[in-house]
């Protein structure tokens, strides 16, 4: 008998949820232990044969004991990373309502276009000539960008939204340096996702936090009372991280430009105007685009992201390399500093950026077309607002009034329940949903970022929201052992965070 069939569990019983089992398995989920506890030593998957006598050439180098990786035969691999993969919730499993990083659906489409060996296998290091339909594709993504923001020029090489922002950044910096200007000031609203001040620290700015009025926008009378000489930029992201339009945007652009600063506006969140506005109708100077939020791209895990930026005419000169431009005889790259590109801030990535993102991205944009995607931010708004209408009445809506994409709630609801935010979220671990982003935007108590996104049928909403419902009123009915034990139905329980953050345990040992 094969004695891989399972994976049987050395579980304790009392960490076992609700319902112990024999094996630690429940259903048809398997407890899956590490590879290195399947280690059979000796077993492999592939038979190999000796290798013929050779002449050692690595001057006594060579290993002398095994490499130290598990023995498995080849079902126990697949099983393995099969069960792990079923343990992972994703946006295909079901609704995935982060707010802020956008879990969107990635069309299938999009995979089957990215993997065409055209433009799968092609190498970053083959001569131009020979790769000049990519480069048609670059070209056509960076065309619909500047369509859809209206700016004339887009890096396209940053590997994430946050890369975007340190592009950004440095080439606002070079213009101004260009100019022979000292600024030491980046403005940036306490609302902000956390890589807009760690991006004006690193780039060498203070960062001089603006605050949030009682409409969870902007104050726009502290914003103008910061504003100087020596303020090189103001950081905005809009559609705001409340999940508001910054409406006084008109008048902020026209306050920032007085001072002679440039006006950066964090795009992430561009998936909720994209074919309505063009940001640079609102003065923005500079603003990066996620593909991931905004055009289906895969999202995070560590994967490749992409993040271009859009730029203004007057920042154009400094987008880092490579440039792709329109010669004479066609597509050409410029990779090095020179004529046009003499101010270039240099390569902030090595190649082109994430080309397999592009094409995704580029797959998104045409089949939608420019009413298509248009249609998907008014859809992600609509489901925004359809969840603010059927939750205000049980949480605590942070903002009066519509919201864009995303709706944000605090813990007011939960005040002497005993239940936090974060028993909320875990809670809703147990009824088969992913937490929404908690504890963020932290300008509210115990925030709880709802962020549906436009696939998301009225149903799904629908049953979504009566769970929601139904854990806000089991947690005003002081069920809180339901919250505190939460996750119970999960195949780990709740972390100790604190141990967890304090004390963690990065490798596992074999024990002696
Ligand atoms: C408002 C905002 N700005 C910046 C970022 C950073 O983007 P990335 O995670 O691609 O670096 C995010 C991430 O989701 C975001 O929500």
């Not at 309502?97 to 083959?126: V, W, Y």
């Amino acid at each position: 008998m094969n004695d891989w069939s399972r994976a049987v569990s050395q579980r304790p019983a009392e960490d076992l949820g609700a319902i112990g089992t024999i094996t630690g398995n429940r259903g048809l989920q398997i407890e899956e232990k590490l590879i290195f506890e399947q280690d059979s030593p000796g077993r492999c998957g592939v038979d190999l044969t000796e290798p013929a006598p050779f002449q050692p050439r690595l001057g006594g180098l060579e290993r002398r004991g095994p490499i130290g990786l598990p023995g498995l035969s080849e079902p126990q691999v697949v099983r393995h990373f099969t069960r792990l993969s079923q343990k992972n919730y994703a946006i295909d499993s079901g609704l995935y309502p982060l707010g802020s990083c956008t879990m969107k659906h990635n069309p299938r489409l999009n995979e089957k276009l990215a993997r065409l060996p055209g433009f799968a296998d092609i190498h970053p290091l083959q001569p131009p000539s020979t790769v000049t339909g990519a480069l048609m594709l670059i070209d056509t993504v960076a065309h619909w960008l500047k369509t859809l923001t209206g700016m004339p020029a887009i890096a396209l090489s940053p590997g994430a939204g946050a890369h975007g922002e340190l592009c950004g950044i440095m080439s606002i910096r070079a213009a101004i340096e260009a100019r022979g200007e000292q600024r030491s000031r980046v403005l940036v609203p306490e609302s902000a996702h956390g890589t807009n001040p760690a991006t004006a620290a690193a780039c060498g700015y203070t960062v001089d936090p603006v605050p949030t009025d009682p409409r969870g926008r902007v104050d726009l009378k502290s914003l103008k009372a910061r504003l100087g000489t020596d303020v090189a930029a103001l950081m905005l992201t809009n559609p705001n991280t409340c999940g508001l339009f910054e409406n006084d945007i008109l008048e902020i652009a026209a306050a920032v430009h007085a001072v002679g600063a440039s006006f950066y506006c964090d795009g992430a969140n561009f998936n909720a105007i994209v074919g309505r506005v063009r940001p640079a109708d609102l003065g923005i100077d500079c603003m990066h685009l996620n593909l991931h939020k905004t055009f289906s791209t895969p999202h995070g895990g560590g994967g490749p992201g992409s993040g271009p930026v859009a730029l203004a005419a007057e920042l154009a000169p400094y987008a880092p390399l490579p440039w792709l431009v329109h010669g004479a005889d066609g597509l050409e790259l410029v990779e090095h500093r020179g004529g046009a590109a003499e101010n270039a801030i240099g390569r902030l990535k090595g190649f082109h950026g994430q080309m397999g993102m592009f094409v995704r991205a580029l797959a998104y944009m045409m089949s939608h077309g420019a009413d298509g995607l248009r249609q998907a931010a008014e859809d992600a708004v609509l489901n925004g607002n359809y969840l603010r209408v059927q939750l205000e009445g049980e949480l605590s809506l942070s903002f009066p009034g519509p919201c864009m994409h995303e709706v944000l709630f605090d813990d007011g609801f939960l005040k002497d329940t005993g239940v936090t935010t974060l028993d909320f979220a875990k809670a809703l671990i147990d009824e088969g949903y992913h937490p929404m982003t908690m504890y963020f935007p932290l300008i509210v108590h115990g925030a709880m970022l709802i962020e549906p996104t436009e696939t998301e049928s009225k149903a799904s909403l629908d049953e979504f929201a009566e769970v929601v419902k139904a854990l806000a009123a089991a947690a005003r009915s002081g069920d809180n052992g339901r919250f505190r034990a939460a996750p119970r139905l999960t195949p780990r329980r709740r972390l100790d965070e604190t141990t967890a953050a304090r004390n963690p345990v990065l490798r596992w040992r074999r024990q002696a």
